[in-house]
């Protein structure tokens, strides 16, 4: 009775907790010290002050594709920050974040290889704020993580003496699985 049943099902499926294409992490930076486990670390109060914000909106409604957007608040002024998927969760130790996601992950780790070591092939982005320490960024790129694969979102104080640098890790936002 193959109708019966798929009508009996049908309610089911609507139920289902399919995973929703929008993921929305609102946290306040806090020290990794915190009683409670903190959603979203700082570990350079000079640019990313306790009780400063942050919104982090990651859109996969389109299918192969993942846009993800993030607003701050309350931010070092007039600053650049270099910002990073990366594979870890945040932790007290900055290292424990890993290193960068990668759609293909390069063989070789650390990962420096421009073959994979790029912004099409990881998720990139610059968050400048303006002089009230607010800002906010976004950037798409034409794949979606692998479950439970990318974990954070990391700030990273900016370089302006290097090309490539990104300079030590001043921030860390949790991401769900
Ligand atoms: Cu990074």
Not at 35 to 62: E, K, N
Not at 160 to 166: F, K, R, V
């Amino acid at each position: 009775m193959p109708v019966p049943y798929a009508a009996a099902l049908l309610p089911l499926a609507l139920l289902a907790p399919a995973a929703s294409p929008v993921s929305v992490v609102e946290a306040d930076f806090d020290p990794a010290s915190a009683f409670v486990p903190p959603a979203a670390i700082s570990y350079a109060q000079d640019l990313v002050p306790y009780g400063s914000h942050a919104r982090v909106v990651t859109d996969r409604s389109v299918p192969g594709r993942t846009t993800l957007t993030l607003t701050v608040s309350g931010l070092a002024a007039d600053h650049a920050f270099p910002v990073h998927l990366h594979t870890g969760t945040c932790g007290a130790d900055p290292a424990s974040s890993g290193p960068h996601y990668q759609d293909v992950v390069d063989p070789v780790q650390p990962s420096a290889d421009p073959a994979y070591a790029n912004e099409r092939n990881e998720l990139r982005l610059v968050l400048r704020t303006d002089a009230d320490g607010e800002g906010t960024a976004s950037t798409a790129v034409d794949w979606q993580p692998r479950a439970g694969g990318a974990r954070s979102l990391v700030l990273h104080a900016g370089d302006p003496a290097g090309p490539h640098g990104a300079g030590d890790r001043v921030a860390c936002v949790k991401l769900g699985d």
